[in-house]
């Protein structure tokens, strides 16, 4: 079951939520009808050759064992080229601030400038809880290159 409003809220698997949605450079960020819109921290410019980055959220997430997470595109990026689509799912019990892998399909040079909401959390319960113990746990608030350790 998908959680969201003010269930959401009470939840809190993000640190200092905003209990409503808002506005910056035209991109929304916050609570959402169904999830959370979360923000880009870092400036980020892509182009023919640089078609991957790692970027971080300026959110901070201390999920609860009986919720995970979905990391989905926001239309207006995705509509531009920009997929955040293949940030992983975020593990309950997980905590720290959440890498965002992204990918662009376009040709012409894009800049997303931080502060801006880059995609959207959707929330969901899980029948049995559990807690994520592996290697990413806490992370660091700048993007985390793969640990192969």
Same mark, same amino acid.
């Not at 979360?38 to 609860?64: K, Y």
């Given at each position: 079951?998908? =959680?969201?409003?003010? #269930?959401?809220? $009470?939840?809190?698997?993000?640190?200092?939520?905003?209990?409503?949605?808002?506005?910056? &450079? @035209?991109?929304?960020?916050?609570?959402?009808?169904?999830?959370?819109?979360?923000?880009?921290?870092?400036?980020?410019?892509?182009?023919?050759?640089?078609?991957?980055?790692?970027?971080?959220? =300026?959110?901070?997430? #201390?999920?609860? $064992?009986?919720?995970?997470?979905?990391?989905?595109?926001?239309?207006?990026?995705?509509? &531009? @080229?920009?997929?955040?689509?293949?940030?992983?799912n975020i593990e309950p019990g997980w905590k720290g601030f959440l890498t965002i892998e992204l990918r662009y399909a376009g040709w012409k040079p894009i800049h997303i400038p931080a502060g801006v909401g880059i995609a959207q959390v959707i929330f969901e319960e899980i029948k049995t809880p559990t807690i994520y113990l592996g290697k990413y746990q806490d992370q660091a608030n700048e993007p985390v290159s793969a640990i192969l350790s």
């Amino acid at each position: 079951m998908i =959680i969201n409003k003010q #269930d959401l809220l $009470d939840a809190a698997p993000i640190k200092n939520m905003s209990a409503a949605k808002h506005k910056h &450079l @035209g991109f929304s960020w916050g609570l959402t009808e169904c999830g959370y819109d979360i923000r880009i921290m870092q400036d980020v410019t892509l182009f023919l050759g640089r078609r991957f980055v790692l970027a971080s959220s =300026i959110e901070e997430f #201390d999920m609860p $064992d009986n919720l995970m997470g979905r990391v989905l595109n926001k239309s207006t990026w995705a509509r &531009l @080229g920009i997929d955040a689509s293949m940030t992983t799912n975020i593990e309950p019990g997980w905590k720290g601030f959440l890498t965002i892998e992204l990918r662009y399909a376009g040709w012409k040079p894009i800049h997303i400038p931080a502060g801006v909401g880059i995609a959207q959390v959707i929330f969901e319960e899980i029948k049995t809880p559990t807690i994520y113990l592996g290697k990413y746990q806490d992370q660091a608030n700048e993007p985390v290159s793969a640990i192969l350790s």
